[in-house]
């Protein structure tokens, strides 16, 4: 079975430039989830769906971060302007999403961005 | 506030002896708890989770301990293997683990032949 894809792999910017990340999670998954790695720290949660519901995104700075998941499969995350510190690894992740169950998320491989 | 706290960035153990990484909460709502394994350039992969109404499991040379009234876990890795070493993260969650996970900062283990 295939895991959480994501591409870009890597991408380098300069700042204030527009970047989008792309994620298909696992197949069946309903629930998909974007988290932000800083270098030395764990994974933070940005937001996540629940089919094409977005039901947390009390951590996602909206004011330049956005992100949809048209249809309950691929999700995009975009940042638009980038800065300097949104250098860091963008994981995407997905799980079944059965209510009442504990389940786990499988983390697809990230992207790293490095804006300069 | 750092709710997830591992405390040693790193450890070295020899091969075929014990690795035992440590984890400690502070929030009381955390009712689940996982181990991921993360290669460089990679993302993290599940290794094991337990829930708050154990206090062990075991899946082959993984066991997680949970002991809720000090609001501490540990992962024990018996025998190592040099393709354990990699940095280890241990996450929580309020709810039944499709919510938000809170992540503690990782700890570098390096199993040395």
């Known amino acids: 079975e295939a895991g959480v894809v994501q591409s870009p792999r890597y991408k380098i910017i300069e700042k204030k430039q527009p970047v989008a990340f792309w994620c298909n999670p696992i197949?069946?998954?309903?629930?998909l989830y974007w988290y932000l790695q800083n270098l030395g720290q764990g994974p933070e949660l940005l937001i996540r769906y629940e089919n094409e519901e977005a039901v947390d995104d009390s951590q996602l700075p909206k004011d330049r971060f956005s992100a949809e998941r048209l249809k309950g499969v691929d999700s995009t995350l975009k940042i638009q302007p980038a800065e300097l510190g949104d250098s860091a690894v963008y994981l995407c992740?997905?799980?079944?999403?059965?209510?009442?169950?504990?389940?786990?998320?499988?983390f697809g491989p990230g992207t790293r961005l490095l804006v300069l | 506030d750092q709710q997830v706290k591992q405390n040693s960035p790193s450890l070295s153990v020899q091969e075929g002896r014990i690795s035992i990484l440590n984890c400690d909460y502070t929030?009381?709502?955390?009712?689940?708890f996982l181990w991921y394994k993360k290669y460089p350039a990679e993302g993290p992969t599940f290794l094991i989770s337990?829930?708050?109404?154990?206090d062990k499991n075991e899946d082959g040379r993984f066991t997680v301990f949970l002991n809720k009234s000090a609001k501490h876990l540990s992962l024990h890795i018996v025998p190592s293997q040099p393709g354990d070493s990699a940095v280890y993260f241990c996450?929580?969650?309020?709810?039944?683990?499709?919510?938000?996970?809170?992540f503690g900062t990782g700890t570098r283990l390096t199993i040395i032949p």
């Open positions: 929030n009381s709502m955390f009712d689940y």
């Open positions: 197949s069946g998954h309903n629930t």
């Open positions: 992740a997905s799980s079944l999403g059965q209510q009442g169950y504990q389940e786990t998320q499988y």
């Open positions: 996450a929580a969650s309020e709810g039944f683990g499709n919510e938000k996970l809170t």
């Open positions: 337990i829930s708050s109404i154990k």
